[in-house]
C-alpha cells in the first residue's frame, strides 16, 4: 500500500515552519497515543506513522529531500529487523542514489568503479519506553536489538574463507552496463553482480556472501535525567553491519514517557490535581502534596478558595534535558461537593445557606448582571 503523505499525516501545510510542525506534531501525538486509544487497533500504528513523518520533516536536509523526491528519496534503507526495531534512515542508499542516478557522470568524467563494493549498514530505530518517575531520575537499561552484525566465519568479505571479491567480468568493476538504442545509450545495474561491481567466486556458507548474518544483540544505553517523548538517542555504529566489509550504520532510540496516573507533564513542569473538602475550601487548612520523587511537600490552603486555584512548587517540577535547572510543580485545587447526605446534614447546609447571603460575591454579581441584562431585554 503506497504510503501517505508526511505533511498529509501531520495535518499541516508543505510550508509549515519548524515551530508549526512541532505544533502539529505534538497535537497528533496527544490525539493518537496508544495509552488514550485502547479501543482502537490502528492507534499505535498511526502514532509510529506520525513519529516517523515528523522524523523527517523536522530535519532541513531530509525534508529537502522529501520535498524534492517524496518517498523515493529515502528508499533502500528501510532494512528494519523483527522486534521493536523500525525502520531505518537511508543509510544504504535512498536520496545518495538518486543524487548519483542525476549528477554521477558529471562528477569527474564519471562513476567510480565498483561503487557499491562495500556498502554502509542501515540506520535502525528502536522504541523504548519509559516512566516519568525513570525520566525524572534517569535510568541504565539493557535493551536486545535484531539486527546483522558481521559475519565472523569471513571477517565481513562474504568470501569463504575470508579471500578478497573479485572485479565483475560483465561490468569491469563498474556496476552498471551500458547499452546502445539507436543515437541513445542506455545504463542499467549489471546483471551479474547486481551492481556491486564484484563477484564472489566461492561465497561463505554462513553468511551466503553477504558478509553479514542476523544475530540479536545487547546493549546498555544511558536515558539521560528530563527526557520526554520524541527525544532521539543516537548511538553511532549500533545498527546493521555493512555489506561485504561496509562501515556499520547508527542505531536511534526514540523515547516514549509513560502517561502517570497521578502527574501531568509539559515541558519541565509537572501539574498535580488534588481534590479537598468544601469545608478545607472555605475555612482553609494544610494538605500533603505527592512530588516526583516520592517525597510530601505541605501545602497552605487559604480561606475561601475557589476550584481551580493553583499552587506552586518551586523546583518541584522536572529535570531539564539540556542545561541546569529544574521546573515546578503545580497543586490545583478541586472543592468537593459531598455525596450521600444525612438528613442532619442537609439541614445543618439549609441553616448555613440562610446565614450565607452575603458570603457569595461572586454570585451575586452574576446574578445581577443576569437581571440587567433581562431587564434590558424586556425594555
Known sequence: MAKRCYYEILGADKSASVAELKVAYRRKVKALHPDQNRDNPNAEAQFKEVNEAYDILKDPDKKAAYDRFGHAAFEGGTGASAGQAGPGFGGGGGFSDIFDDLFGDFMGGGRRGGGQRAARGNDLRYNLRVSL?????????????????????????????????ENC?????????RAQQGFFTVERTCPSCHGRGQIIKNPCGSCAGAGRVQKDRSLSVNIPKGVETGTRIRLTGEG?????????????????????????????NLFCSIPISMTTA??????????????????????????????????????????????????????ETPTNLTARQKELLREFEAESKDN???????????KSFWEGMTG
Open 133 to 165: 518517575e525513570e525520566a525524572y531520575t534517569g535510568k541504565q537499561t539493557e535493551i536486545s536489538v535484531p539486527g546483522s552484525v558481521s559475519c565472523e566465519n569471513c571477517s565481513g568479505t562474504g568470501a569463504d574463507g575470508g579471500a578478497e571479491p
Open 169 to 177: 567480468p560483465t561490468c569491469a568493476g563498474m556496476g552498471k552496463v
Open 240 to 268: 546493521e553491519a555493512g555489506m561485504r566489509g561496509g562501515p556499520a550504520g547508527d542505531l536511534y532510540i526514540f523515547i516514549e514517557v509513560q502517561e502517570h496516573s497521578i502527574f501531568q507533564r509539559d515541558g519541565v
Open 282 to 335: 472555605a475555612l482553609g487548612g494544610e494538605l500533603e502534596a505527592p512530588t516526583i520523587d516520592g517525597g510530601r511537600s505541605k501545602v497552605r490552603v487559604p480561606a475561601g478558595v475557589q476550584s481551580g486555584k493553583q499552587l506552586r512548587l518551586r523546583g518541584k517540577g522536572m529535570p531539564a534535558l539540556r542545561g541546569s535547572g529544574v521546573g515546578d510543580l503545580y497543586i490545583e485545587l478541586e472543592a
Open 360 to 370: 457569595n460575591p461572586a454570585s451575586h454579581d452574576f446574578f445581577s448582571r443576569v
